[in-house]
């Protein structure tokens, strides 16, 4: 059986004049709804960030990441509740690791001097990253059909967004594991994926691997969408399997919400149409509570398989 492929989306139309009645636009409107319900992962090319600025972005990673470890653990976090800054998952050497960054100006930021140039990138393209997350929410609110501006409204404090740039050295014998299965905790996320295989997504129990293609970004749903649509989208899981011959660098950006946020079904797709929610309402940062007490009984890698589950509203008769 052939291995589906998820869908590829040209953002051109929303950077031309020239849309003429807005059909070139509704088209992707819809390419991309329908993509988000079906897998909850896309990718997309013509989207806005400079081409030059992503490879810039993921040499300066490859390097950063090639520095001796001395130099890298200079740039752990200033604390243990501070969130930006070098880490490895696991403690020991040859496991992946990643550089996680807050909005360019934070003062929780810790950069490393070398090499030249990398903060500014880096700064460079998470504001980019913030043009092109507004733009897909955009999309998704016309999607849903919900009143112009609605979702950057709701979901309008981008102070919380959050980078990392991660780095997976090759698979070994003993583990092939980049990233364990998981759902997104955000809203949408941007990855930007070098050369190297190894992104896959889940659908119908099945694995597919999101190729890298040049210039395009990787875009998936996480579980506050899924809420926020009344499981219209899904917030597909997905993994990263490392590579048996060569290290995997990307850059993956979250867009997420502020954690005194109320999260549950949108009326407009519920109560104002007569369907019933799928979800009780939470407070995002209790579901961020959950999420960290079920990572202290688990092992903490699979801290990210708690989803939004244990909101969900059984439509079972007892
Ligand atoms: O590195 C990647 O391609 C994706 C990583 C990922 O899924 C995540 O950081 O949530
Ligand atoms: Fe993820």
């Not at 399997?241 to 407009?268: A, C, M, Y």
């Not at 109560?271 to 799928?278: F, L, M, Q, T």
């Amino acid at each position: 059986m052939a291995i589906p492929s998820i869908p590829m989306v040209d953002f051109s139309c929303f950077f031309r004049k020239d849309d003429g009645n807005g059909i070139g636009k509704q088209k992707i409107i819809d390419e991309v709804g329908k993509a988000c319900s079906e897998y909850g992962f896309f990718q997309v090319v013509n989207h806005g960030v400079p081409l030059d600025l992503m490879n810039r972005a993921l040499e300066l990673s490859e390097t950063f990441f090639e520095l001796s470890m001395e130099e890298k653990l200079k740039c752990s976090p200033i604390s243990t509740l501070n969130p930006a800054g070098y880490g490895r998952m696991g403690s020991y050497i040859g496991n992946n690791e990643r550089l996680r960054m807050c909005a360019p100006g934070s003062s929780c930021n810790v950069f490393p001097c070398s090499p030249t140039g990398y903060r500014k990138t880096m700064e460079e393209i998470f504001k980019e990253f913030e043009k092109v997350s507004e733009l897909v929410e955009s999309i998704i609110n016309e999607f849903l059909g919900l009143p112009t501006g609605f979702l950057g409204q709701y979901n309008n404090e981008r102070t919380r967004d959050t980078m990392i740039a991660w780095h997976y050295p090759p698979a070994t014998d003993i583990t092939s594991n980049g990233r364990d299965e998981h759902q997104d905790s955000n809203c949408i996320t941007f990855v930007l994926q070098d050369d190297v295989v190894g992104l896959e997504v889940k659908k119908d129990k099945q694995w597919i691997p999101i190729p890298p293609v040049k210039g395009s970004l990787v875009v998936n749903i996480g579980v506050i969408l899924q809420v926020l649509s009344n499981k219209r989208f899904e917030a597909a899981r997905h993994r990263v399997v490392k590579h048996r011959g060569r290290s995997r660098n990307s850059i993956v950006f979250f867009n997420l919400l502020g954690t005194d946020k109320w999260v549950e079904p949108l009326p407009q797709l519920t109560r104002e149409i007569g369907e019933a929610p799928k979800y009780r309402g939470f407070v995002y940062k209790e579901f961020i509570e959950v999420r960290g007490k079920a990572a202290a009984v688990n092992p903490p890698s699979r801290e990210d398989l708690t989803g939004v589950d244990v909101y969900e509203i059984s439509t079972k008769e007892d």
